[in-house]
Nanobody, 114 residues
Framework: QVQLVESGGGLVQPGGSLRLSCTASGFTFSSYAMKWYRQAPGKERELVATIFRTGGRTINADSVKGRFTISRDNAKNTVYLQMNSLKPEDTAVYYC???????WGQGTQVTVSS
């Protein structure tokens, strides 16, 4: 059974940091690209970042460039999203996604507020 489980969300003050984790099971994690999306209330789901099986990475959302970093640990079947200098507009539910299997995690809420 292929599955993605996110963790690491929470409430943080503006300017703070969080690291999200997404642990995969049921497939050969190292062979596939992984993505992070987010969805804010009343908005469409937005692609934030992509990391390829080679380790190459792209930040897809211009609004987070220079602040967010995607990484992976194939030994732990885990992809990470390091989020720094967080802003209130980063508030959203964050999801990891594997497009080859078209699977999504359950999402983790990130709230940036003072």
């Amino acid at each position: 059974q292929v599955q993605l489980v996110e963790s690491g969300g929470g409430l943080v003050q503006p300017g703070g940091s969080l690291r999200l984790s997404c642990t995969a099971s049921g497939f050969t994690f190292s062979s596939y690209a992984m993505k992070w999306y987010r969805q804010a209330p009343g908005k469409e789901r937005e692609l934030v970042a992509t990391i390829f099986r080679t380790g190459g990475r792209t930040i897809n959302a211009d609004s987070v460039k220079g602040r967010f970093t995607i990484s992976r640990d194939n030994a732990k079947n885990t992809v990470y999203l390091q989020m720094n200098s967080l802003k209130p507009e980063d508030t959203a539910v964050y999801y990891c996604h594997n497009s080859d299997f078209d699977i999504w995690g359950q999402g983790t809420q990130v709230t940036v507020s003072s």
